[in-house]
């Protein structure tokens, strides 16, 4: 059986995509069966695994909207162990569509059911928005794993986030918890870096993962080849950093969760 992880965070530009690309990358090399669901309309994470989006004709929108089975959608990506869901801009549509459907909220999760059974990890790669997608992403996982820029502003929204969070395992699903937050974009030698995970750390505590995800160029350089990490640079301090994490989200996964607490003022 899966674990289904979300990786959230409503604000853009912090590693959500990143992170799905590369911690699923690193987790299929661990020997793990491991699903990548691009369910950000902008289709980072399918470009980033090397699939060309114009050649797609059918993706998640189509299982969402359509009924398509996930069957028919899966593709493979430039790793021979790691699976993909594909999404492109018909994406965006899709809350639109879904709005007035019974039993909207649980749509991802039905879908899931006919092929949990052939993966260890599903990922879910979310759009930076509370929406009606991300609710789904949400109903279907059983952790969140929330990536945080280190950046100024850091902390602004994620008590949003939260509360969505304990909304959804309130009314939705009861075992939703949150895996842990990942500090990225992080360069230690800044003063800046050092408060904001400072500031983290002490609102989460143990919510906060050791493994960070440094700033680092070949990272930022790999999508546009289409490839994650581990096959574009498997030297460099990210690549090192996700196969940290993937490390560490296995020792993680094998313990107790860390239960939400609401620690942002």
Do not use: W
């Not at 959230?8 to 020997?31: D, E, F």
């Not at 999760?109 to 759009?127: A, N, W």
């Not at 602004?156 to 969505?164: D, H, I, P, R």
């Amino acid at each position: 059986m899966a674990q289904v992880i979300a990786i959230c965070n409503q604000k853009g530009g912090v590693g959500k995509s990143t992170t799905a690309v590369n911690l699923g990358s690193y987790l299929a090399l661990s020997g793990k069966r491991t699903l990548v669901a691009d369910l950000d309309p902008q289709g980072n994470a399918t470009i980033s695994l090397g699939i060309d989006r114009a050649s797609l004709r059918v993706t998640i929108y189509s299982s969402l909207v359509d009924g398509i089975s996930l069957d028919q959608v899966i593709v493979k990506s430039v790793m021979e162990a790691l699976d993909v869901i594909p999404s492109t801009t018909e994406l965006a549509q899709a809350e639109l569509k879904i709005a007035n459907q019974e039993g909207r909220e649980y749509l991802l999760s039905k879908l899931f059911q006919s092929i949990e059974e052939r993966y260890d990890f599903i990922l879910l790669d979310c759009p930076p928005s509370l929406g009606l997608i991300t609710t789904n992403a949400l109903v279907a996982s059983e952790g969140v794993l929330i990536p945080v820029q280190c950046e100024y502003l850091a902390l602004e929204g994620l008590n949003s986030l939260l509360k969505t969070v304990e909304r959804v395992k309130t009314a939705y699903n009861h075992s939703l918890c949150v895996i842990g937050i990942l500090l990225t974009m992080a360069d230690f030698r800044t003063s800046l870096s050092q408060e904001v995970a400072g500031e983290v750390k002490q609102f989460f505590k143990d919510l906060v993962l050791q493994t960070s995800i440094p700033r680092n160029v070949r990272l930022a350089e790999s999508p546009s080849f289409g490839r994650p990490i581990c096959l574009y640079d498997p030297n460099s301090s990210g690549a090192i950093a996700y196969s940290n994490l993937a490390k560490e989200l296995l020792s993680r996964s094998a313990s107790k969760p860390v239960p939400i607490e609401q620690r942002v003022p």
